[in-house]
Nanobody, 130 residues
């Protein structure tokens, strides 16, 4: 079965950096779009970033543009979210989830709606202290 396992979360001071990883198994990872989402306490899950199967297309929510970078290594079945040094903010505190979109098989576009994604990881907590 499909499994997505996030790692790399933790407690970091404002201005610090983290790199989240999501290891996928049970699917031909290199064929599908992947996304990162986050959910803060009392809020709905929101889109953060997405990347196409080849890595050529990416999309970010406005609040993380210029601060976060999504990438993937298809040889390792892993997608990453680099949260840039000196740019983390307390409002980035949330549980971060990776997800797989099996509908965009080898497509150049990505989707941002959570309901478009078929499989989800268990999430990793990111806490940014001020």
């Amino acid at each position: 079965q499909v499994q997505l396992v996030e790692s790399g979360g933790g407690l970091v001071q404002a201005g610090g950096s983290l790199r989240l990883s999501c290891a996928a198994s049970g699917l031909t990872f290199s064929n599908y779009g992947m996304g990162w989402f986050r959910q803060a306490p009392g809020k709905e899950r929101e889109f953060v970033a997405a990347i196409s199967w080849s890595g050529d297309s990416t999309k970010y929510t406005d609040s993380v543009k210029g601060r976060f970078t999504i990438s993937r290594d298809n040889t390792k079945n892993t997608v990453y979210l680099q949260m840039q040094m000196n740019n983390l903010k307390p409002e980035d505190t949330a549980v971060y989830y990776c997800a797989a979109d099996l509908e965009v098989y080898r497509r150049s576009y990505v989707r941002i709606e959570p309901h478009s994604y078929d499989y989800w990881g268990q999430g990793t907590q990111v806490t940014v202290s001020s």
